[in-house]
């Protein structure tokens, strides 16, 4: 990623070819983002752990269809303390590990629609836990 772009407050990804790699990158050149976008891509918790370490910006996470993350990466993400909105639509290996994501005060929505492995118990818990949190599923 160049030097010119580190100024970057948003970024929209719609690859398959977005690596943990690709993320490392980003989290390493792109510390302004505040708004990051990454649909269909092919990446792992890793990944996520990267950027969760360095966009401490980051205000809006989109990761649908990113099949590769796990429940791992939703404690990973708890670590963006100014997250606001956070979207793992269509993420098949999230299950019932929302706890971590669910106690970052700042997140006021949370989409896990398409997440099958999500049971009603976890998304009720969430939402006892959270009353003021938007969870969509």
């Known amino acids: 990623i160049s030097e010119t772009l580190v100024k970057l407050e948003v970024l929209e990804l719609a690859c398959f070819w977005v690596t943990d790699v690709s993320l490392a990158s980003i989290a390493k050149n792109l510390l302004k983002l505040r708004r990051l976008t990454l649909s269909g891509c092919n990446f792992s918790d890793t990944g996520i752990d990267a950027i969760s370490c360095a966009l401490t910006e980051l205000r809006h996470l989109e990761l649908g269809g990113c099949f590769g993350i796990t429940d791992a990466a939703m404690v990973s993400l708890s670590q963006l303390t100014k997250l606001e909105d956070l979207s793992v639509n269509s993420c098949g290996q999230i299950t019932d590990g929302l706890d971590a994501i669910s106690k970052v005060p ?8 398409h997440c099958s492995m999500i049971t009603d118990v976890a998304l009720l818990l969430v939402g006892e836990c959270r009353e003021d949190l938007i969870v969509t599923s």
């Open 106 to 113: 700042s997140l006021r929505r949370l989409d896990v629609s």
